[in-house]
């Protein structure tokens, strides 16, 4: 069982947009900020968003981050064939330990 | 370009130590902020962090894994390691490494690690 809480799997068109939900605590999501990650299919995870919403170099503004209270979201617009892949969120959580913790990642398919 | 390489065994025993090496080029270990991590992930399942550590030896574990990793760095070979000891088959998977701010900015490549005898 992951910390964070993600839907299994989310799909859409191409040219349509998708959310991604991510579900936390207040040990977690709550104070601290939410990275995304996208794992292409037989590669290694890649950083998409930081700080809760924004963008690393060369990530493209069709991907987009929030955060409210306990919950972080992360969004695709204009959704692309290559855009198929897992998507994990991740943050610090700081019961216990200080640690990293992950969702348990979301399959994205594009019809 | 910062680039991370994982090297070690593939194989590994049961109720042995599972043993491998991150390589950092183009860039230094010792820079200021960074911490330098491992992930691992089990075949066909999520991430799993591991722990991290500074140039200065500080490091931070999973809670879960903590009794038996220890990861520890080399700034005179810009190399940073991880032992995971007594491992079964619930620790095979792919181990990647990583540089460490809040969020995992760069990573390895991943190595696959199978404990088996």
Known sequence: QSVLTQPPSVSAAPGQKVTISCSGSSSNIGNNYVSWYQQLPGTAPKLLIYDNNKRPSGIPDRFSGSKSGTSATLGITGLQTGDEADYYCGTWDSSLSAHVVFGGGTKLTVL | ?117
């Open chain 2, 1 to 117: 370009q910062l680039q991370l390489q994982e090297s070690g065994p593939g194989l590994v025993k049961p109720s042995e130590t599972l043993s491998l090496t991150c390589t950092v080029s183009g860039g230094s270990i010792s820079s200021s902020s960074y911490y330098w991590g491992w992930i691992r992930q089990p075949p066909g399942k999520g991430l799993e962090w591991i722990g991290s550590i500074y140039y200065s030896g500080s490091t931070y574990y999973n809670p879960s894994l903590k009794s038996r990793v220890t990861i520890s760095v080399d700034t005179s070979k810009n190399q940073f390691s991880l032992k995971l000891s007594s491992v079964t088959a619930a620790d095979t998977a792919v181990y990647y490494c990583a540089r460490q701010l809040i969020s995992l900015d760069y990573w390895g490549q991943g190595t696959l690690v199978t404990v088996s005898s």
